[in-house]
């Protein structure tokens, strides 16, 4: 649930997904779910002349586990935020394994 | 479970997180490499990582590997293979 929450904060922000087909889709990331699906809005293709599927289409929705990297700004991201939370959700963890 | 030590019933996830805030090398599928600062982490091995620089290895040879610098990137777990601290 944590990344979850992470890309929460991240929408309206302008992000980079690289696909695991080497696809990389830059736009603006409008909403997400628990699977870390991503819809994004005014997408460009960073590498268009290699696959020029992609140059009509201007919003889309991506299945999450079609996803290898989500590039991001990094003074979008709280560093100290993200790595309580994370010590946080492995407390949790620990503690319901128990 | 009253047997084992502390370090013993630590899982290995605990490892991860002792390396928050720390440089990592984590391995991935397609003869990849990300080196970084380690932000965050999920029991699905999902991170994030800060000040990141990728390395994509040919394939076939031994000629040097792309290396891509990114300032913050999430890397999805099921392209993990393992991390490693390094220092």
């Known amino acids: ?98 | 479970m009253s047997l084992q030590t502390e370090s013993q019933s630590q899982e290995p996830l605990d490892l991860i997180r002792f390396q928050l805030d720390e440089t990592v090398l984590v391995k991935l599928r397609g003869a990849r490499e990300m080196k970084g600062k380690l932000q965050g982490y999920d029991s699905h091995c999902n991170m994030v990582i800060s000040e990141a620089e990728e390395y994509i290895y040919e394939v076939n040879g031994n000629s040097e590997p792309v290396v891509k610098k990114t300032e913050m990137v999430f890397v999805r777990g099921d392209s993990v293979i393992l991390i490693s601290p390094i220092n």
Do not use: W
């Open chain 1, 1 to 98: 649930m944590l990344f979850f929450s992470f890309f929460k904060t991240l929408v309206d922000q302008e992000v980079t997904v690289e696909l695991k087909n080497d696809i990389e889709i830059k736009g603006t990331l409008k909403s997400v779910d628990q699977f870390l699906n991503l819809k994004l809005d005014n997408i460009s293709c960073a590498n268009e002349s290699k696959y020029p599927h992609l140059k009509s289409v201007k919003n889309l929705f991506i299945r999450g586990s079609t996803v290898r990297y989500v590039h991001m700004n990094a003074n979008s991201v709280d560093c100290t935020l993200l790595q309580d939370a994370s010590r946080r959700e492995a407390m949790v963890q620990a503690q319901t394994s128990k």
